[in-house]
């Protein structure tokens, strides 16, 4: 089934803010055998959202919008759908209901703007939102094709998909095609390198199997895509295409899951019981935080020293001031202590350390912008290297971020 | 002038990348008084991008594409445009050249594929790549109206319009309607007790001045839109309005700039030459990582610690073991000592610390998820509190960084 996505909001179109619902839904869909269609983003404007709506209906069976229904002025997308589907707006007693329990577990009193919140469309039916104020409407056109209106805060929005508007879809929408995918995080392949590697490969595929290329720093996602009625047939296809693929890449492979680094680093380190601590000085904190962002961190990740200054760096990781003094902090003997001072301070076995240049000043000839030293540590095995990255400051501490957990993920693989 | 934009890549319909090329696009193209009028987001598909493409142009005289331009075999715009706006593919002998000069840079040999990056419609004006190695291509219909094919890469992206694709759309359609932006950063209010404080002043604006309510966890970002011919006109008339709101507000302001807290406290800080660092345990370095994002943060940030494990905060921050032992180490003693510590061991005169149950394991009846102890201290000022945050883990970590860096800006701004 197709599925076409609405995303409204004037913040959206000035990029204030970043749309993540759309992507989110795309992700949650697949296991339903659905399939998003498009995303359109429009404005809070009643002709744009109109147009957007007759459109989507052109191209799928469901239309999911999300945002436009905060108790504020420029929001307007409730009256847009009572237009749209007919009726009159009525006041549904059971949002009052509703919001007045969400404002009271959040201690605070309704006001008449959010009294608002339960004046909808007679022609919806209502889906209760159990974690914010904004309902959620299901409309039914006459030709049974739906539009489900969700608020536009991603915690609501995804939170009510999974409880409430996925099941509902899923039996008004029992789906024939089965869509399967399956995904390779890749390393020391450039993307037109890896596509020369397994090109021979990828040109025996089925019509059904589709590969597509997902470049990021300093990796490659490959994702595997199969489309098929038979569910166990494409499920067995998907996966011996997939162990092939393995096979010719060998060690570049990092994982066969859609993961992060820091999640491939730290399920390998819950698995096998080893702690990891970190001592960053150009990425910031940045490694802490990926690590530390996955439910389950505190179980192997000690801690670490953000060493922006050089006092930090002797004091609090014990890096020999002479050392700085003859190599610069951005050196590999420097980065070297740093990473044996993180397993030190933080009693753990596993430590990543940086010290580079992510710009935009700071430069010189011989160490530019995007110049970063890395170690990592495990016991007393080291893997370390000067890397020479691109881009933006964000983009080179992404980059530092990611090539730190890789080289550990190196290390690790191996105990 | 309306601009319309279309997002091109199988990978952001299955939500494996965010599109954040189309609010970038978005938020740059308002100084030269034009405005985003709707995205689209479609996947690899020839019907698809042949159907967005002239929804685009019914909408809008400029139709800008990103995506779908790499030198995989998932990637089909190449084609779509040249059936699009005619011509033969052909070898553009300077793309050539460029795609050398770059992987030279790199150290990488051409290969077969990106060879191809060169075969271009002969109906476009390419636009050379200063970045990458996929070309911008430049069409015009016969009606005047302009599309211009751009690569997915964010980076490259953003670096060729503003270098490039601006300036020579500008030269193309000179505007008349100048777009002025000013946006307040608001903490203390829920949104609609935002709304009903200001609701006497927001219903007496003018029709040709907007306002919008852009809510994010801890703090609210107003944006107030005024469209006008007259330049000065506008832009005495935002700048008068603003000033308004901000007498209305008054200490609940945090900047009359679109800052993030980080860089609202970072500029404070490098203003009046106060040192900062940090000590996170449920943060995890999000606050570190946030603040050294921002260029010039090396000139007052001197380092943190992550204090993840009881070890780590007593032997690097001096925590006391009694007080973890009597009041745990989500409480206010230990995240107020965690500050003193980070002040001490980095030599600052600012610190944020943070305690706290991110989830979505580890709270108990008295301390559920999402309870964080927070201490900011400058000097020996503190403000400190025990605050309750919703959500999934990522979104308390985001909360509580939030929450810890609007403390120190209450702090720094007293000073």
Same mark, same amino acid.
């Given at each position: 089934m197709k599925v076409s996505v609405i995303v409204i909001g004037d913040e959206l179109l000035i990029g204030q803010v970043v749309d993540t619902n759309s992507g989110w839904i795309a992700r949650h869909i697949s296991p339903y055998g659905?399939?998003?269609?498009d995303v359109q983003t429009v404005g809070d404007n009643a002709d744009e959202i109109r147009r957007s709506i007759d459109r989507a209906f052109e191209l799928s069976s469901v239309v999911l919008t999300t945002g436009?229904?905060?108790?504020?002025?420029?929001?307007?997308t409730k009256s847009v759908l009572c237009d749209y589907f007919g009726g009159e707006m009525v006041t549904d007693n059971s949002v009052t209901e509703n919001v007045n329990r969400i404002f009271a577990r959040r201690g605070i009193k309704m006001n008449p703007l959010t009294a608002a919140q339960a004046i909808v469309p007679s022609s919806c039916r209502v889906i209760q939102n159990r974690v914010g104020t904004a309902p959620i409407m299901w409309f039914e056109r006459e030709d049974g094709k739906v539009l489900v209106s969700m608020p536009g805060v991603p915690f609501e929005t995804s939170t009510m998909m999974s409880e409430a508007v996925f099941p509902a879809l899923r039996e008004r929408f029992p789906s024939p095609v089965h869509i399967e995918h399956a995904v390779l995080m890749v390393t020391d392949y450039t993307e037109s390198g890896l596509a020369m590697k397994i090109s021979a490969w990828e040109e025996s595929l089925p019509e059904h199997l589709h590969l597509a290329y997902l470049p990021k720093p300093g990796l490659i996602r490959l994702r595997l895509d199969g489309h098929h009625e038979d569910v166990a047939f494409i499920r067995e296809e998907v996966a011996r295409e997939l162990a092939v693929l393995k096979d010719i890449l060998g060690p570049a492979v990092l994982a066969d899951e859609d993961l992060t680094p820091a999640e491939i680093l730290l399920k390998e380190c819950i698995e096998k019981g080893v702690t990891i601590s970190t001592a960053e000085s150009c990425t910031g904190g940045n490694i802490a935080h990926e690590l530390t962002l996955i439910p389950g961190a505190s179980e192997v990740v000690n801690g670490g020293v953000v060493s922006y200054s050089n006092g930090v760096k002797v004091n609090v990781l014990g890096v020999s001031a002479a050392d700085i003094d003859a190599n610069g902090a951005v050196s590999i003997p420097v980065v070297r202590q740093m990473a044996a001072g993180a397993q030190r301070v933080a009693s753990s076995r596993l430590a990543v350390a940086t010290s580079g240049i992510a710009g935009?000043?700071? #430069?010189?000839?011989?160490?530019?912008? #995007?110049t970063v030293c890395i170690c990592a540590r495990l016991d007393d095995k080291e893997l370390y290297e000067t890397a020479h990255f691109n881009g933006s400051r964000a983009r080179i501490i992404d980059s530092a971020t990611t090539r730190a957990l890789i080289l550990a993920i190196k290390l690790i693989k191996e105990l």
């Open positions: 659905w399939e998003v269609n436009g229904l905060g108790p504020t002025k420029d929001d307007i935009p000043g700071g #430069g010189s000839e011989e160490k530019p912008v #995007g």
